[in-house]
C-alpha cells in the first residue's frame, strides 16, 4: 500500500502530462456549430441587396420545395474560392439564396461580374441579423432549409466537394 | 490553392482592409522608384493614413454597436450582459471587448433588445438558443457543468479531512 502511495504522484502528473501533449498535438475543434440546426427556419424579411434580384424572407421557405441559404461577403476571401461549388448546385437546381453580411451593392455586383453569380435572391443583412438568428458565426455559411421550413443542415466555411455531394443527396431525397 | 483557402475559414473584414492599405501605400513605392518629387510621397502616406482612419467612420455599422443607450439603468443592463456574451470569432474574448464585425452587430442586436423592454436575461436565453451555452460566459446549471460547482466544496471536504488526520498524528 505504502509502496502504491509512493508512486501515485509521479502516475498523476505522467497522466496529467499525457493530456496535456495530447492537447497540444490534437487541438480541440473551435468551430461554432448552429444550435438551430432541426429547428424551423425564424421569421425574417432582408432587403433586396440589388435592383435586379429580389430580396430573401421566411415566406419563401417551407412552400414544399428545399432551398439553401448561403451567407457570405464581398470582402471574404473563402467565399471566392466557394463559388465554382455553388454553381455546381445551381447547375443542378439547387435553388440558392444569397445572404450578404456588412456589404454594399456596389461590392457585391462587384463580386458576382468577377467571380459568377449562383445566386436566385440576394438578401441584404447589414447587421447580422438573420445570420445571428440562425447561429452562424462567420462567412461563408451554408444552411440546407427544407420543404417545411425547417433548418436541416449548417456547413461552416466554404463548401467542399464532398459537401457538395451531401448537399445534392439530401436535396434529391427530400424532394 | 484549396488548402490555403481552407485555412483561411471564416475570413473576418481584416482581409479587405488589409488589402485597402496595401493599395493605398503602393503609389509610394512607385513615386520613390520613379524619383518623383519626395513631397507627394509625404502627401500619398498621409492622404493613406487619413484613409484608414476615417475607414470606421465610413463602414456602415450597425445602430448602437458603439453607441450608448439613453436610458442609464437600460445601458448598464446591457453593458453587463455584453461582457458575458462570447465573442464567436474571436473566442475567449466578450463582445463588449472584440472588435468582430459580429461581435458590434451582437451589441447592436443586444441594445436594441434591451432598449425595446426585454431583460437581459430573455435575451441571453435567445442567444442561447441560438448558439447554445457556448455563447454565455454564464453556464447554467446543468448536468455537465454540476461538477463546477461540486468541486469546491468536494475538495474542501477532502482538504478538511487530510488535515484533521494529520493534526491527529501529531498528538
Not at chain 1, 441584404?124 to 447561429?135: C, F, R, V
Not at chain 2, 466544496?153 to 484533521?164: D, K, S
Request: charged fraction near 20%; hydrophobic fraction near 45%.
Amino acid at each position: 500500500m505504502r509502496r502504491v502511495l509512493l508512486w501515485l504522484p509521479l502516475v498523476l502528473f505522467a497522466a496529467l502530462f499525457g493530456l496535456v501533449a495530447l492537447g497540444l498535438f490534437k487541438p480541440a475543434d473551435r468551430t461554432v456549430r448552429s444550435a438551430m440546426v432541426d429547428k424551423p427556419l425564424p421569421d425574417f424579411a432582408l432587403p433586396a441587396m440589388l435592383p435586379t434580384k429580389p430580396g430573401v424572407a421566411r415566406s419563401s421557405f417551407g412552400g414544399g420545395k428545399p432551398r439553401l441559404i448561403n451567407i457570405f461577403a464581398s470582402w471574404c476571401v473563402p467565399c471566392i474560392a466557394e463559388v465554382p461549388e455553388l454553381a455546381k448546385l445551381k447547375a443542378a437546381g439547387v435553388p440558392i439564396d444569397g445572404v450578404a453580411i456588412n456589404d454594399t451593392p456596389e461590392a457585391i455586383q462587384a463580386f458576382l461580374d468577377r467571380n459568377g453569380d449562383p445566386y436566385q435572391r440576394i438578401g441584404n443583412d447589414k447587421t447580422s441579423q438573420l445570420q445571428i438568428a440562425l447561429g452562424s458565426s462567420g462567412v461563408p455559411e451554408t444552411f440546407l432549409i427544407d420543404g417545411r421550413g425547417r433548418i436541416v443542415r449548417q456547413y461552416v466555411s466554404n463548401l467542399q466537394p464532398d459537401q457538395v455531394e451531401d448537399i445534392l443527396k439530401t436535396w434529391r431525397g427530400m424532394r | 490553392m484549396r488548402p490555403l483557402l481552407r485555412f483561411l475559414r471564416h475570413a473576418g473584414p481584416v482581409p479587405a482592409s488589409a488589402g485597402r492599405q496595401a493599395s493605398r501605400l503602393k503609389p509610394l513605392w512607385y513615386d520613390l522608384r520613379r524619383g518623383r518629387p519626395r513631397h507627394k510621397a509625404g502627401v500619398t502616406i498621409v492622404l493613406g493614413l487619413l484613409a484608414t482612419l476615417a475607414t470606421p467612420a465610413l463602414a456602415q455599422q450597425a445602430p448602437l454597436a458603439d453607441v450608448q443607450l439613453s436610458d442609464p439603468v437600460k445601458e448598464a443592463q446591457a453593458k453587463a450582459l455584453m461582457e458575458t456574451i462570447r465573442c464567436v470569432e474571436c473566442q475567449g474574448q466578450a463582445i463588449a471587448d472584440s472588435n468582430a464585425d459580429i461581435a458590434a452587430n451582437m451589441r447592436s442586436l443586444i441594445r436594441q433588445r434591451i432598449k425595446a423592454g426585454e431583460s437581459p436575461a430573455q435575451v441571453r436565453a435567445w442567444l442561447i438558443q441560438r448558439y447554445g451555452d457556448y455563447i454565455s460566459y454564464d453556464p447554467p446549471l446543468g448536468s455537465a457543468t454540476w461538477p463546477l460547482w461540486a468541486a469546491p466544496v468536494v475538495l474542501l471536504v477532502i482538504g478538511i479531512a487530510i488535515a484533521r488526520s494529520s493534526f491527529r498524528r501529531k498528538r
